[in-house]
């Protein structure tokens, strides 16, 4: 299972408040499509993230993404509620996140990874850090090395063709 955080990863952390009370974020479409293949190649994918957001909730449904988990301050306690639905273990699931709440997350699961313009505690304790910036095509690039490293980039790219 890839799990991520939202602002900073799935996004480049900036939030733009509209003067009706609007929240605006900017969301990667290669981000998207990496979300995407991890889908079709069978391998769960959700958010954890301390932040509630209509704008959130509606990317994350137009992903397929089920796994959405908002305003959640212990990010460690929502890990171990998904590992015993889904019956995992912290060592199979990949974790990104960017910032100090997602330091425990990080810290127990088998494959943290961070983005390029984390927080340097953070960037510290990943296994790997992306090239990409968060919000930038980080995302993708975490989606790729999961499938490349299970064996199921090159079949998931053939079918493109």
Known sequence: MALFDVDGVLTDGRI??????GEYKCFDVRDG???AMLRAAGIEVGI????QSQVVAERMSELGIEEVHQGVRD??????DILKRNELKAQQVCYVGDDLPDLSVMLSVGLPLTVRDAD???????????DAGGGRGAVREVCE???EANGLLADIVAAYR
């Open 145 to 147: 090395l999961i499938l």
């Open 75 to 80: 990010k460690s306690a929502k890990l171990a």
């Open 120 to 130: 340097p505690r953070v960037l510290e304790v990943a296994a790997a850090v992306t």
């Open 33 to 35: 499509q990496g979300i």
């Open 16 to 21: 733009i408040l509209g003067p009706d009370g």
């Open 48 to 51: 954890i993230t301390g932040r």
